[in-house]
Every structure is written in structure tokens, then in C-alpha cells.
DNA sequence: ACCACTAGGATTTTT
DNA sequence: TCCTAGTGGT
């Protein structure tokens, strides 16, 4: 039996409203994450089946975390693998790899691009427009298509905005590319989505009678194409419970919209809407400091944290000379902490606005041996060799895909240059071939010279075709301990001559260092395939590839080793530690000077309540401690400035303040 | 086809 | 300041 007596009033309600809309407004550190847990076992102790349950979480890593938590309050692994619990991109790539026929722009073997391909896409099709790349520039063409996606508008949509329309040619462009390489994009995944329940209403009824129950967490931080499909999916049985908190709403940046929650009975005239204010994280000092900084908002429905211990320390602010100064401090703070204090590293949280912050800190901590680690060592799939490995199998399981098979051409040197590449790519178009069809039907006809002139070059294309033939064959017989994906992708990346390319036996003696390290970096890849999920017939390249780009920064974190954190604020959101450290609480920088120009040249104060929302989310991310820091002068890569403390630090009450 | 050098741009937040 | 893409020479 299901105890539910740690529960208060509301919390309870919340897990006892079975069906219908429910919306449950949850402050920071209010047990959300206990009353989603708690309704889901509840749900299932009431005989609702476990695949018909559908829970939306905001990171892969807190959907996995959910799904133990629920397995251990029912005593019962098995649940486990029958509930539906993953974020809006990875439900949406399931969904779309289930129905793929009635996805008109994908087909079978379709992959994600990063957002490297993406602009590199978009400088493509400005190139091709005769346009000037530093006057139309690559990074606003991302922003634009991103935004209009988000929106759910497609390119063939008339923008009304006379000076937005070269926009929209490039947005065309770029569509049209990704549909040729049967690709697609982070916001086409729920685009993609929506227009299948829109365009295929028996797929969205057999889909409405298998999700009887949705569940969403982080609810104010859904776009306009999220809202849809959950509107879409939820609309025959009604039974959507949503959570989230207006005052945690930091995605506005990318489409995200807080009146969605803010709107919920309008959608939901029927819905219970609860209130959970007691917060069970916090001591008073962070909550006081918290609600004071929030008040400032004008654009809010108000509502107050309530403490539920009496129990305060200080909030120690710190003014440094220089970020250089204000690290050093940083470091002697935290030893300080662990050294006297109750604390260990891992207790201890250093949030940053951007991630350009953390290097001063990198360099004293690393200086000083302070055990440390990064969120967001994404920085790992940036790696040049690793992109090349992602491109190596994105390229083998999706023939289409030119863009990755212009990456690795040439990787290692095989003698194909720019010409032969135009020249593949011109023969697999106009003969409607994929890239080993093509090389096949060349060799057999004894006319590769057609496409490369030298020897190596021919000998290194037929090399290459057979090895992605091979890999392709392996990949038909089924994953086993004895015959794992790694051992496949291990064999493949052996025949196309990668391991030999960073061979450090091949490195003159500078590059030895370099080229071990990127073995290493390979082979640890690699190693991935296996260990990213437990179960032997779901590893497949597939799932493999859409958790490699789906994987995202706040997934990285490891709570388990005894090291300092150090994470930008907005991959904070969820997590609490005891210690949390705010640096470069400065003007232009936290806010950002694009929100502060943005209320003083345009006059919105939108991107600064979003802002004062960020620090609202990174102070209530404290269990007892709070510390501030702000330097005078800020050496930030090749700019240096002069910044006054941030206003937000102005709307401490001083009481609350330790100043050093 | 490949390498070495130079000029210019870059970092707000992210799936 | 550092990294990247683009250019010109071999």
C-alpha cells in the first residue's frame, strides 16, 4: 500500500485527483517533483495500467530519476519499463520512428543536426543568396527558423514583416536541404510532431487511448508547439496534469510561454488548480532573500515561499577587484566550508550566467587541486574526433545524409578533394543514388574516374563504400553480450582507418600527447554505445545516435563524485545543494547587457523580469548557504568592462547581508 | 590535394 | 585572447 502520509493538504490533493485537469502551481522547493512522483504510484495503485501513463520531465536525467523513484515506491522494477517517461524531443523522435510513413519530410534512418550542421546549413543558403554573411548572419537565420518553428509556422507562410522576408528565403533554403539529407532539427522534432496528430487524426486517436494519463513537469517553460501537441494528445480523456511555477520561467528565449499555465482553465474550464507555497528546501534567509528579488517582477501572480524551518545563516557577498580576486576568494570560501564546515565538495554549487565564466575559476581550482566538475561537458561532443565518429555513424545509418558524408570523406586523407565531393554528391542526385549505390554502380562500370582522378583517391572511395556496406550488414544481426553495438562501431571505425589516423606512433613527438588523447576520446565514445542504457535489444545505433544529440547539458551532471559543481544557472533549474555560490552577480552580466539594452533602448522589461526569474531559480537552488560574489573589473575573454553590482543584488534587504 | 599562415570574429541562456 | 575559417603557396 501506497503511504502517502508525508504528504501535506496539498500535496495530497494533488496525488488523489485522478482524473481530469489538474494544474498544481508549484513554488520552488515545494516537493513538485514528490507530488509527480507520489500521483504516478498512486495512479498505478489504482489499477491505471503503466503504459497508459505519459510523463513529460524538462531533462533525460530527471526522467530516469522519476522512473526509479516511482519503481521504488511500488517495490516493483518492472513498472519501470511499461510507464512512458522522457522529455518533449525524446517522445517526439519516438514517436516520429514509429510512424514514419506518416511523416511527409523524413523517411526511415533519418538523424538529428546539431547546431554546428544547422548553421553551417544556414551560411550555405546565404551563400547561395549572394548575400554577405557578416551582414546576414548565420547565428539571427537559426534564431528566426527556430522561432518560427516554435510557432509552428512553416516556410511556405507568408511573413508579414517586409524586412523579415529574406529571412524566410533562407528559412526555405535550409528546410529544404535538411529534407534532402533526411534530416532534421531540435524544433522540427515537435513540428514534425504536431503536424502529424494535426494531418493523421487516427494516429492521434489510437495515441489519445494509449496515454490516458499526462503528466508535465516544468509546465511554464512550454512552447506554442509543446502546448499544441499536449492539447492535441489530451483532448478525448482530459486527463493532463501539469506543474510548474511562473517564477521559474527562463525559456522565454527560445518560444517558451507562461501564460501556457497561466491559461490552464481557460483550456480547462473543469481543471482543480493547487497551490503548494511550503517550502521544504530552503532555510528563511534564502527564502526571504528569494521572495524580496521576485517581488520586483510586475508581470507576476503573487505569491509568496514559505519557510517550514526557522533555521538562517547570513548571505555572504563578497566585492571583488577582479574576477581573478573573486576566484581566489571562491577557493578559500570553499575550504573553508570543507575544511571546518559540515560540508563536502559535492555539497557545493558554483552558478554562472554564462559559461565563459567559469574558466578564472577553472584556472585557480585546477591550480590549487580543488576536485571540480563542469555541467555541460557537452564540450565532449564538440571534440573535433568525436564529431567525427557521430558523423562516421550518423552517415551509416542515414545514406542520405551528405552533410555528414562530406565531414568524413576526407578523414582520414584519402585522397578526395572538394571536386570529387561535388562530383559524388552531382552523380548520387541526378541518378537518385545514395552513396554506395553510386560507388557501386561507378566500379562496376569501371568509371570512377569520372568522380576522382588520382589512385589513392579511387582505391580510398571503394575502401570507404565497403566499409559503411559492412558496417550496415553487422548492424542487421541483433545486439548480444556476445556481439554488442560497441564491437560493431568498434570494427567500423577500425576499417574506415580512424584509429589509425590519431595513432600516436604515427605523431611526431609534439602531437604524441594530442593524438593519444584523442584515441582515448574515440575509444571512451565508443565505449558509450554500451553503457548508456541497460537493456541489450534497445541498444540500437538508432537510440544510440538520438541519445548522443538529445543529450543535453544538465545531463552531464554527476552527483555521485565528491567534486565541486560548477553549472550555468539556467542547467540548475531542479537540482538543490546545500552551498551555492552566485558569481558575477554584475550589471551586463547577470542581467546580460542584452537585457539591460533592451529596456533602455526599446523599453521592454521582458527580458529583465526573465532575468530576475534566473536569479530567483539560482538563489532558491540553496539549502542553507548563499553566497554572492561581483568584481569591479571584469576580464571576460578579449573584453574587459567596469560593471556596478547587479540591481537584483540591490533588492536584498541589507538585514539579510554579510558584506566582506 | 594538402599544408601553413593570417585575419577577423566571438559568448547569454538550450533542446 | 583565443579559435576558426578562409587563402595562397607548394
Same mark, same amino acid.
Given at each position: 500500500?501506497?503511504?502517502?502520509?508525508?504528504?501535506?493538504?496539498?500535496?495530497?490533493?494533488?496525488v488523489?485527483?485522478?482524473?481530469?485537469?489538474?494544474?498544481?502551481?508549484?513554488?520552488?522547493?515545494?516537493?513538485?517533483?514528490?507530488?509527480?512522483?507520489?500521483?504516478?504510484?498512486?495512479?498505478?495503485?489504482?489499477g491505471?495500467?503503466?503504459?497508459?501513463i505519459?510523463?513529460?520531465?524538462?531533462?533525460?536525467?530527471?526522467?530516469?530519476?522519476?522512473?526509479?523513484?516511482?519503481?521504488?515506491?511500488?517495490?516493483?522494477?518492472?513498472?519501470?519499463?511499461?510507464?512512458t517517461?522522457?522529455?518533449?524531443?525524446?517522445?517526439?523522435?519516438?514517436?516520429?520512428?514509429?510512424?514514419?510513413?506518416?511523416?511527409?519530410?523524413?523517411?526511415?534512418?533519418?538523424?538529428?543536426?546539431?547546431?554546428?550542421?544547422?548553421?553551417?546549413?544556414?551560411?550555405?543558403?546565404?551563400?547561395?543568396l549572394?548575400?554577405?554573411?557578416?551582414?546576414?548572419k548565420?547565428?539571427?537565420?537559426?534564431?528566426?527558423?527556430?522561432?518560427?518553428?516554435?510557432?509552428?509556422?512553416?516556410?511556405?507562410?507568408?511573413?508579414?514583416e517586409?524586412?523579415?522576408?529574406?529571412?524566410?528565403v533562407?528559412?526555405?533554403?535550409?528546410?529544404?536541404?535538411?529534407?534532402?539529407?533526411?534530416?532534421?532539427?531540435?524544433?522540427?522534432?515537435?513540428?514534425?510532431?504536431?503536424?502529424?496528430?494535426?494531418?493523421?487524426?487516427?494516429?492521434?486517436?489510437?495515441?489519445?487511448?494509449?496515454?490516458?494519463?499526462?503528466?508535465?513537469?516544468?509546465?511554464?517553460?512550454t !512552447?506554442?508547439?509543446q502546448?499544441? /501537441?499536449?492539447?492535441?494528445?489530451?483532448? $478525448?480523456?482530459?486527463?493532463?496534469? +501539469? %506543474? #510548474?511555477?511562473?517564477?521559474?520561467?527562463i525559456?522565454?528565449f527560445?518560444?517558451?510561454?507562461?501564460t501556457?499555465?497561466l491559461?490552464?482553465?481557460?483550456?480547462?474550464?473543469?481543471?482543480k488548480?493547487?497551490?503548494?507555497?511550503?517550502?521544504?528546501?530552503?532555510?528563511?534567509?534564502v527564502?526571504?532573500?528569494?521572495?524580496?528579488?521576485?517581488?520586483?517582477?510586475?508581470?507576476r501572480?503573487?505569491?509568496?515561499?514559505?519557510?517550514?524551518?526557522?533555521?538562517?545563516?547570513?548571505?555572504?557577498?563578497?566585492?571583488?577587484?577582479?574576477?581573478?580576486?573573486?576566484?581566489?576568494?571562491?577557493?578559500?570560501?570553499?575550504?573553508?566550508?570543507?575544511?571546518?564546515?559540515?560540508?563536502?565538495?559535492?555539497?557545493i554549487?558554483?552558478?554562472?550566467?554564462? !559559461?565563459?565564466?567559469?574558466?578564472? /575559476?577553472?584556472?585557480?581550482f585546477?591550480? $590549487?587541486?580543488?576536485?571540480?566538475? +563542469? %555541467? #555541460?561537458?557537452?564540450?565532449?561532443?564538440d571534440?573535433?574526433?568525436?564529431?567525427?565518429?557521430?558523423?562516421?555513424?550518423?552517415?551509416?545509418?542515414?545514406?542520405?545524409?551528405?552533410?555528414?558524408?562530406?565531414r568524413?570523406?576526407?578523414?582520414?586523407?584519402?585522397?578526395?578533394?572538394?571536386?570529387?565531393?561535388?562530383a559524388?554528391?552531382?552523380?548520387?542526385t541526378?541518378?537518385?543514388?545514395?552513396?554506395?549505390?553510386a560507388?557501386?554502380?561507378?566500379?562496376?562500370?569501371?568509371?570512377?574516374?569520372?568522380?576522382?582522378?588520382?589512385?589513392?583517391?579511387?582505391?580510398?572511395?571503394?575502401?570507404?563504400?565497403?566499409?559503411?556496406?559492412?558496417?550496415?550488414?553487422?548492424?542487421?544481426?541483433?545486439?548480444s553480450?556476445?556481439?554488442p553495438?560497441? !564491437?560493431?562501431?568498434?570494427?567500423?571505425?577500425?576499417?574506415?582507418?580512424?584509429?589509425?589516423?590519431?595513432?600516436?606512433?604515427?605523431?611526431?613527438?609534439?602531437?604524441?600527447?594530442?593524438?593519444?588523447?584523442?584515441?582515448?576520446?574515440?575509444?571512451?565514445?565508443?565505449?558509450?554505445?554500451?553503457?548508456?542504457?541497460?537493456?541489450?535489444?534497445?541498444?540500437t545505433?538508432?537510440n544510440?545516435?538520438?541519445?548522443?544529440?538529445?543529450?543535453?547539458?544538465?545531463?552531464?551532471?554527476?552527483?555521485?563524485?565528491?567534486?565541486?559543481?560548477?553549472?550555468?544557472?539556467?542547467?540548475s533549474?531542479?537540482?538543490?545543494f546545500?552551498?551555492?555560490?552566485?558569481?558575477?552577480?554584475?550589471?551586463?552580466?547577470?542581467?546580460?547587457?542584452q537585457?539591460?539594452?533592451?529596456?533602455?533602448?526599446?523599453?521592454?522589461?521582458?527580458?529583465?523580469?526573465?532575468?530576475?526569474?534566473?536569479?530567483?531559480?539560482?538563489?532558491?537552488?540553496?539549502?542553507?548557504q548563499?553566497?554572492?560574489?561581483?568584481?569591479?573589473?571584469?576580464?571576460?575573454?578579449?573584453?574587459e568592462?567596469?560593471?556596478?553590482?547587479?540591481?537584483?543584488?540591490?533588492?536584498?534587504?541589507?538585514?539579510?547581508?554579510?558584506?566582506?
Amino acid at each position: 500500500m501506497l503511504d502517502l502520509s508525508s504528504l501535506n493538504n496539498e500535496q495530497r490533493q494533488a496525488v488523489d485527483a485522478l482524473n481530469g485537469p489538474v494544474c498544481v502551481l508549484a513554488g520552488a522547493g515545494s516537493g513538485k517533483t514528490k507530488a509527480l512522483t507520489m500521483r504516478i504510484a498512486n495512479l498505478l495503485e489504482h489499477g491505471v495500467n503503466p503504459s497508459q501513463i505519459l510523463a513529460i520531465t524538462f531533462t533525460n536525467k530527471a526522467a530516469r530519476e522519476m522512473n526509479e523513484r516511482v519503481a521504488k515506491l511500488l517495490n516493483n522494477p518492472l513498472v519501470s519499463d511499461a510507464l512512458t517517461i522522457s522529455t518533449f524531443h525524446s517522445f517526439c523522435v519516438k514517436l516520429i520512428r514509429w510512424n514514419i510513413k506518416n511523416c511527409q519530410y523524413l523517411s526511415e534512418g533519418f538523424s538529428i543536426v546539431d547546431s554546428d550542421d544547422m548553421k553551417a546549413l544556414c551560411k550555405n543558403a546565404i551563400l547561395s543568396l549572394n548575400l554577405d554573411p557578416a551582414k546576414f548572419k548565420p547565428g539571427t537565420a537559426m534564431g528566426y527558423i527556430s522561432d518560427k518553428k516554435n510557432h509552428l509556422v512553416w516556410y511556405d507562410q507568408y511573413d508579414e514583416e517586409p524586412n523579415q522576408q529574406v529571412w524566410q528565403v533562407i528559412y526555405k533554403m535550409y528546410q529544404e536541404q535538411l529534407i534532402k539529407f533526411n534530416r532534421c532539427d531540435f524544433d522540427d522534432l515537435l513540428f514534425y510532431t504536431y503536424l502529424m496528430f494535426r494531418d493523421n487524426p487516427g494516429m492521434v486517436d489510437k495515441l489519445q487511448d494509449r496515454y490516458r494519463y499526462v503528466l508535465i513537469d516544468e509546465y511554464q517553460d512550454t !512552447n506554442e508547439a509543446q502546448y499544441s /501537441l499536449v492539447k492535441l494528445l489530451t483532448s $478525448k480523456y482530459r486527463n493532463l496534469f +501539469v %506543474v #510548474g511555477d511562473v517564477d521559474q520561467a527562463i525559456y522565454g528565449f527560445r518560444g517558451s510561454d507562461y501564460t501556457n499555465i497561466l491559461n490552464f482553465n481557460k483550456d480547462y474550464p473543469e481543471a482543480k488548480t493547487i497551490l503548494l507555497e511550503k517550502n521544504y528546501r530552503s532555510t528563511a534567509s534564502v527564502l526571504e532573500a528569494a521572495n524580496a528579488v521576485i517581488e520586483n517582477n510586475k508581470k507576476r501572480v503573487p505569491k509568496k515561499l514559505i519557510a517550514t524551518t526557522n533555521e538562517r545563516f547570513p548571505i555572504v557577498s563578497f566585492e571583488a577587484a577582479d574576477e581573478r580576486q573573486e576566484a581566489s576568494w571562491l577557493y578559500y570560501k570553499i575550504m573553508d566550508l570543507v575544511g571546518r564546515g559540515p560540508y563536502n565538495y559535492k555539497d557545493i554549487a558554483i552558478l554562472v550566467r554564462n !559559461n565563459m565564466l567559469t574558466k578564472p /575559476l577553472e584556472d585557480v581550482f585546477i591550480v $590549487k587541486g580543488t576536485p571540480y566538475h +563542469v %555541467v #555541460g561537458a557537452r564540450a565532449f561532443y564538440d571534440r573535433a574526433e568525436i564529431k567525427d565518429s557521430v558523423a562516421y555513424l550518423k552517415f551509416a545509418q542515414n545514406p542520405k545524409d551528405m552533410l555528414s558524408m562530406q565531414r568524413v570523406i576526407n578523414k582520414p586523407k584519402r585522397g578526395i578533394g572538394e571536386k570529387s565531393v561535388l562530383a559524388i554528391s552531382n552523380y548520387c542526385t541526378n541518378n537518385d543514388l545514395v552513396f554506395v549505390e553510386a560507388v557501386e554502380q561507378l566500379e562496376a562500370q569501371d568509371a570512377l574516374s569520372s568522380v576522382v582522378t588520382s589512385a589513392k583517391g579511387k582505391a580510398g572511395l571503394v575502401a570507404l563504400k565497403d566499409a559503411i556496406k559492412n558496417f550496415r550488414q553487422s548492424l542487421k544481426t541483433p545486439n548480444s553480450k556476445q556481439n554488442p553495438l560497441t !564491437n560493431k562501431i568498434h570494427q567500423y571505425f577500425y576499417n574506415v582507418g580512424l584509429f589509425e589516423m590519431y595513432n600516436p606512433n604515427n605523431a611526431s613527438p609534439e602531437d604524441e600527447e594530442i593524438y593519444k588523447n584523442k584515441l582515448g576520446n574515440i575509444q571512451n565514445f565508443n565505449m558509450m554505445a554500451e553503457e548508456y542504457r541497460p537493456d541489450e535489444e534497445n541498444k540500437t545505433l538508432e537510440n544510440f545516435l538520438d541519445h548522443v544529440s538529445l543529450m543535453s547539458d544538465a545531463d552531464t551532471h554527476k552527483e555521485n563524485e565528491n567534486k565541486v559543481t560548477i553549472m550555468t544557472c539556467h542547467a540548475s533549474k531542479g537540482l538543490e545543494f546545500p552551498v551555492v555560490f552566485i558569481v558575477a552577480f554584475e550589471e551586463s552580466v547577470f542581467p546580460s547587457w542584452q537585457a539591460v539594452n533592451a529596456e533602455a533602448f526599446t523599453g521592454s522589461s521582458l527580458p529583465l523580469e526573465e532575468e530576475r526569474r534566473l536569479a530567483y531559480v539560482a538563489f532558491t537552488r540553496a539549502k542553507k548557504q548563499l553566497f554572492i560574489s561581483y568584481a569591479q573589473k571584469r576580464r571576460s575573454g578579449y573584453k574587459e568592462s567596469y560593471n556596478d553590482p547587479s540591481r537584483f543584488y540591490n533588492e536584498i534587504p541589507c538585514q539579510l547581508l554579510d558584506e566582506e
